[in-house]
Every structure is written in C-alpha cells, then in structure tokens.
Nanobody, 119 residues
Framework: QVQLLESGGGLVQAGGSLRLSCAAP????????MGWYRQAPGKQRELVAT???????NYGDSVKGRFTISRDNAKNTVYLQMNSLKPEDTAVYYC?????????????WGQGTQVTVSS
C-alpha cells in the first residue's frame, strides 16, 4: 500500500511552533489537492487545512490565523506551518492527497505524526 511520507512532529511548549512536511511518492500522479487532518484520543478525525493545486486554501476554525498550509506542486509536497501552538492542538496529524484518474478519485494517507503541546 502506497503511503505519504510525513515528518516534523514533536514536543513543544505552548506558544511554540512546528513545521510539518508531507511528500507524495512519484508514483502518485495527477494530485488535485493535499491537506492535513488530525485526531486526538477519543475524538473523531478533523480537518486542519487543505490546499488545491491552484492554491485555494481551507482551514478549520480552530487553527485559522495560527496555521498556514503551503504546497510545492513540482515536488508533490505539502507543508503545515503551525504557530502559537496550544495544548488542544495535541493530536496525531495525518497527511492526505487526492488523486484523479479516468474520472475516479483516490485518497492516499500518511502514517501520522504525533504533535504534543505542553502547557
């Protein structure tokens, strides 16, 4: 099973910053959009941010103004700059990529990277 490759998670103090990165393998082509989702223990997975190939972005309400998503289309790579981190940002962050082929859409996921924010 092909997976996206994530990195950048870790432990930081409240108010600190982290930068996550996610690279799609070369075998995954025609990517329409990439994004980040997160899941805390006992909670459902929620949208953090998405970005299309054209640069249109969408953010979850809880991260607006603090997180910034960006993309390098040539490298099939997406980044998530996280500033002013809060303890409630603690979660496993998953990268997602949407691919289209022959009119069919496919979703690919990373293995998840842990982000822990201490008070």
């Amino acid at each position: 099973q092909v997976q996206l490759l994530e990195s950048g998670g870790g432990l930081v103090q409240a108010g600190g910053s982290l930068r996550l990165s996610c690279a799609a393998p070369v075998s995954i082509s025609n990517i329409n959009a990439m994004g980040w989702y997160r899941q805390a223990p006992g909670k459902q997975r929620e949208l953090v941010a998405t970005i299309t190939t054209g640069g249109t972005t969408n953010y979850g309400d809880s991260v607006k103004g603090r997180f910034t998503i960006s993309r390098d289309n040539a490298k099939n790579t997406v980044y998530l700059q996280m500033n002013s981190l809060k303890p409630e940002d603690t979660a496993v962050y998953y990268c997602n990529a949407e691919r289209s082929a022959w009119g069919i859409k496919y979703d690919y996921w990373g293995q998840g990277t842990q982000v822990t924010v201490s008070s």
